[in-house]
């Protein structure tokens, strides 16, 4: 395989080479299980890389679907662990020292994991960042192991075969999936931070207005009696 890797992303795009090139499916499988746990290595260039050495022979289509998909899901079950065995009371008590939160903020972002949780995992697995930061809270609410694991593996099969078979169409030119799923990292990253910086804006004027006391409601006194004569 001889892609053109020397301008993509520093040595990633050529480690990423050479993990294919000497274990085929699983040196891509061992990419994005790396890549799940250290958002830095961007799937945008494993992916579609992965999809040109199946057009130049080095792997199966399917080999390349398998491996990419076991990687995703190894490296989102230790994120997992890691929320799962960090627990809620460390959450609540780490939470509770940090300013400009309330707990009743974490209580209502476990209630809406409880009820949003199942296509947050799913839909995150096609976003980039989010790909691997969704795990955590997966774990931290428990949710149940064999729906995350589900959930993680059509989502990521689905995020994967896109990438790779777009590697696989782009041929040589590869490198164009990265610029255009960069360019929705991007985006993402920013509508979270824009998100970010609302939020705490909006927790810093809560503290800054005391909130006004009720006005206790006017109550007629009572007129004279009128004395029958």
Do not use: C
Request: without cysteine; aromatic residues 10%; positive net charge.
């Amino acid at each position: 395989m001889s892609a053109n890797t020397s301008g993509a992303s520093g040595g990633i795009a050529g480690w990423a080479t050479d993990l294919v090139e000497t274990l085929g499916g699983p040196g891509a499988g061992i990419a994005i299980a790396l890549e799940n746990l250290f958002p830095p290595l961007p799937s945008e260039i494993i992916l579609p890389l992965t999809g040109f050495a199946v057009g130049q022979g080095a792997l199966s289509m399917a080999s390349a679907l398998i491996w990419t998909t076991a990687g995703s899901v190894i490296g989102a079950f230790a994120l997992y662990q890691i929320g799962r065995l960090f627990g809620r009371e460390r959450m609540y008590a780490l939470w509770e020292r940090l300013p400009l939160v309330k707990t009743a903020d974490l209580e209502k972002t476990e209630r809406w994991f409880a009820k949003h949780g199942t296509k947050a995992v799913f839909f995150g697995r096609m976003v980039p960042i989010f790909r691997s930061l969704i795990s955590v809270p997966a774990g931290l609410e428990r949710m149940p192991l064999p729906i995350f694991l589900s959930l993680t593996a059509l989502g990521s099969f689905l995020w994967n075969l896109a990438l790779i078979m777009a590697g696989y169409a782009l041929g040589a030119q590869w490198g164009l999936v990265e610029q255009y799923v960069g360019v929705l990292s991007k985006v993402v990253l920013g509508v979270a931070v824009l998100g970010l910086v609302l939020f705490i804006v909006r927790k810093v004027r809560s503290r800054k207005v005391p909130p006004v006391p009720p006005v206790p409601p006017v109550t007629a006194s009572p007129g004279p009696r009128e004395h029958g004569g």
